[in-house]
């Protein structure tokens, strides 16, 4: 057995991205919407076939340009799931709102559209579906409801980018879209985000949010003749240093979403029968779904078995972790009334879920290692 430990996710270039991040800086241009942040957005919006995508600090930052953008007041109320990150909550915590949790589907632990309708109020502003490990949420469904009763959607598509729901590209649903581009996502910039716009009405309020509340994007385009504050807002550009590592990243992008379709496919072709005999659960990827191929989990049948397999594989020197601890059980979501068995599929699963080393680095070799001693972990 190979003695360095295999991590659970090492950041790696795949191709010109320090090429890239030279130039960006030999040009002099290294503050917001440079060259190399403008390629990023050309490259999302023809690949997406969107009308705008804004580069931003963080995933994080573009859920909170999110919740300005749908003007999100104090005492409105938005429908996420529990299962899923802090930031999809805070953005709107944040403007005051009430997060109402939703519970997941057992299958692709993505939130229950036949929940939403029912959690419906006459002060919910807004649907927050999360692609859970980049398998999409029921689309159809969700806008469905939302349409009718008059709530908008908006996705984090942190895990998402370029999965398709029933043929069309996650992300692009919504009246918004957050990415991430943060170290442990499929494409990286270390830190970093983007919102894509898919509503024209938001594009322009967008771009001044992002400016510190001036209109200097319409300025830098000549349609107005001076460059002023206009509206609220902050700083949510990235450094063109960022994006010219993100665009060596996005170029490579068949040859990052082809690996990890490899990495994905032989986990789950290798732990098929190890994972059947002990009843563990593998990832489900629905026939309209095509997945962004974000992570590779499985669901252990209690939570002790995952806490020993996760030291089983420690001992071994494989790092596995588990996800997401159930947000209205939270310090927090208690204090927005949160309380045990309001979301049970979430509370389980939460306990149930273990992630496997997943990276554009891992090998097979790796992957060998770390099948071996799960099948190792006999129950
Ligand atoms: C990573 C992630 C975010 C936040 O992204 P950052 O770029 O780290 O701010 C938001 N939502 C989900 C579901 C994520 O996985």
Known sequence: MNDSPIRFNIPV??????????????????????????????????????????????????LDMMALLLEIQPGDEVILPSFTFVSTVNAFVLRGARPVFADIRPDTLNLDE????????????????????GVGCEMDSLLETANRRGVRVVEDNAHGLFGKYKGKYLGTFGALAAQSFHETKNFTSGEGGALIINDPALVERAEILREKGTNRSRFFRGQVDKYTWVDIG?????????????????????????????????????LQDWAQAHEVQLPHVPA????????????????????????????????????????????????????????????????????????????QEEQEQVVEAIREFDF
């Open 114 to 133: 036949t929940q939403a309708e029912g959690l419906i109020t006459p002060r919910t502003r807004a649907i927050v579906p999360v692609h859970y490990a």
């Open 288 to 363: 309209h779904m095509e997945q962004a191929y974000h992570m590779f989990y499985m669901l252990l049948p209690t939570l002790d078995l995952r806490q020993q397999l996760i030291a089983h594989l420690k001992e071994r020197g494989i790092l596995s972790v588990f996800h997401y601890l159930p947000l209205h059980l939270s310090e927090m979501g208690r204090r927005f009334g949160g309380r045990e068995g309001d979301c049970p599929v979430t509370e389980r699963v939460s306990d149930q879920l273990l992630r496997l080393p997943f990276h554009n680095a891992l090998t």
């Open 234 to 270: 902050s700083s949510y550009l990235p450094s063109d240093i960022l994006a010219a590592f993100l665009y060596g990243q996005l170029e490579q992008r068949e040859k990052i979403q082809s690996h990890r379709k490899r990495l994905w496919e032989f986990y789950y072709t290798a």
């Open 13 to 62: 270039p795949v191709g010109r991205e320090l090429e890239y991040v030279a130039e960006a800086i030999h040009s002099g241009h290294i503050s917001g919407d440079g060259p190399f942040t403008k390629k990023v957005a050309a490259l999302l919006e023809t690949k997406l076939g969107v009308p705008r995508v804004l580069l931003t600090t963080s995933g994080t930052h573009a």
